[in-house]
């Protein structure tokens, strides 16, 4: 399934299938996974059917099957340039810049 293409419901069922099957794989339980996520069965049960949940349950989810290390392909770390280190001159950055109008600098 292309996410980039589905609605934000049909992401989140195939996460959630996703999320089953990675569970599956391990033979746990939706009742052993939620224990060892410290979360309620009913919220695993939620998940894999597809419904909203926090990126907390998330991260809880994948710490538990040995996965949150998956992250990390998703949400690299790079960290700044050499360009973008100079111009800070050491100092990290804080927030981001203003929006700037089309029509300025006229």
Avoid: C, F, H, Y
């Amino acid at each position: 399934m292309k996410l980039s293409l589905a609605t934000n419901e049909a992401v989140l069922q195939e996460l959630g299938r996703r999320l089953a099957r990675a569970r599956l794989a391990r033979n746990l339980s939706q009742a052993r996974l939620a224990e060892d996520a410290g979360l309620a069965l009913r919220t695993v049960q939620n998940v894999e059917a597809g419904e909203g949940s926090s990126m907390e349950t998330w991260i809880r989810l994948l710490r538990a099957l040995g996965e949150l290390d998956g992250l990390d392909t998703w949400l690299e770390d790079e960290g700044p340039g050499p360009i973008e280190l100079a111009d800070r001159r050491g100092r990290r950055r804080r927030r981001a810049s203003p929006e700037r109008s089309e029509d300025s600098g006229s």
